[in-house]
């Protein structure tokens, strides 16, 4: 596996529902971009895995229009974690099937 750590701010997108993100830093959005090159899936989705705490599940990180990628982080990996928006959030993010 192809794996990456960072900690960036949680934040809430505006709009409808409550959907919660982490920004993948730029540089490791571009290895991620790199790397995943004829693997993406759906709206340009790579499949991970993540560590946040003692939290880990699989998803996919989105591409943005501003290169990097999105990764959502779900309500029961908020709670478990004691995550509120805002909060940095140490993240080990591994690329799956790679």
Do not use: C
């Not at 701010?9 to 991620?32: A, K, M, N, R």
């Not at 709206?43 to 959502?72: D, H």
């Amino acid at each position: 596996m192809t794996g990456f750590r960072f900690t960036a701010p949680l934040w809430q997108h505006e709009g409808e529902g409550s959907w919660y993100f982490v920004t993948v830093p730029e540089e490791i959005s571009d290895e991620i971009t790199d790397l995943s090159e004829g693997r993406r899936n759906g709206f340009g989705s790579v499949r991970v895995a993540v560590t946040i705490g003692e939290t880990t599940w699989q998803t996919s990180v989105f591409p943005t229009k501003t290169g990097t990628y999105l990764l959502p982080v779900k309500k029961p990996v908020r709670l478990a974690e004691q995550l509120t928006e805002g909060s940095p959030v140490e993240t080990r993010l591994d690329l799956v099937d790679f």
